[in-house]
């Protein structure tokens, strides 16, 4: 068997000092109705840190843009009853003994129209054009897209005020951010489009802004190549143009870039070197030096997308996955559905309980403990 004591080695982001290498990845519960946290999110929350988690990143978080989401149960991050409820999360959280950040997260064009908690609102976008690239709006002024990226420091700024340990912008799976660095929908010609460099302004200049907001506490930026809407999309589609996109990234100053791929085994750019060769994580850190969170289906055998349609996943040796982060092709795993099932994973782990881990049931997705 493998040795698994690399999993639990400290790791330490700028001042923040976590006891191992295991994250808590986001996912979105929707257990917050009017968009403030509850006594359950409390908990939630809680249960997971007193067992042993490295780091808790939230589920996503809105930001103050009206057209965020569109679902009115999903949390706010801004608002007096919101933040009062995410003050009793963090408080929580570290009486148990953990560290967490809050996902800041806005939907831009992958949200549904006349939906969530300011149904009328307008979604925001790039270029006013849908993820499959057809034009349904006006291109934002200069002026708007500034907002949408002050919108992010703000809400840095409360997180730093309710005392969490570092953010996470959600800059994946097409939604607002990542909708400026793919092509399909940014089409702009201003300094936030164009080349890869330039679709990565946007995010540049949301990670110097909460920079300003945050000071020394940790930023965090969530990427991907895939999108919910073409698994098979690529905003980088050589090595090259992984590190010209990212280099953008870590000369704005973000800290770690947690780089999601629904195999965490998945070679990023097997035509490079080999099917066994980097995963996404590993290759963003060889371009940019920064530390990098990998996941991927960890500890099961089928990836994400099956929850969505109701399909299981049986507990499956992550030997290899740890390998990889000993020889420090990544510092830091994610860990999702293996956690939303059982809020011990990680202690079970450590202690060696292997025999204990449990299959995903998607039944999991109407719990919440």
Known sequence: MTDLSPLFQPFKLRKLALNNRLVMAPMTR???PGGAPNDANVGYYARRAAADVGLILSEGTLTRRKGAADDANIPLFWGEQALAGWKKVIDAVHQAGGKMGPQLWHQGMARKPNSGHFPDAPSDSPSGVTLKGKKVGEE?????????????????????????????????????????FWEVTNHRTDRFGGSIEGRAEFAAETIRRC??????????IRI???????????????????????????EAGVDAIHCSQRR????????????KGLNFAGWVKKVTGL?????????????FTGAFRGEGSAASNFDEAVERL????????????????????????????????????PTALGTYF
């Open 140 to 180: 934002p002024s200069e002026a708007e897209v500034l907002d949408m990226a002050q919108a992010y420091a703000d809400a840095a700024r409360a997180a730093k005020q309710l005392g969490f340990d570092c953010i996470e912008l959600h800059g994946a799976h097409a939604y607002l951010i990542d909708e400026f």
């Open 211 to 220: 920079r300003e907001a945050v000071g020394e506490l940790p930023i965090i």
């Open 326 to 361: 000993a020889r420090g092709e990544f510092d830091l795993i994610a860990v999702g559905r293996a956690l939303l099932q059982d809020p011990e994973w990680v202690l079970k782990v450590k202690e060696n309980r292997i025999s204990e881990l449990r299959d995903y049931n």
């Open 224 to 250: 991907s190549q895939w999108k919910s809407v073409d698994y098979g999309a690529k905003v980088a589609r050589t090595p090259q143009e992984l590190e010209r996109w990212t280099r953008v990234l870590a």
């Open 291 to 303: 530390p990098t969170i990998s996941v991927g289906s960890v500890g099961l055998s089928s990836e």
């Open 264 to 275: 965490i085994l998945e070679a990023e750019f097997p035509d490079v070197d080999g099917p």
């Open 30 to 32: 929707s257990r917050s």
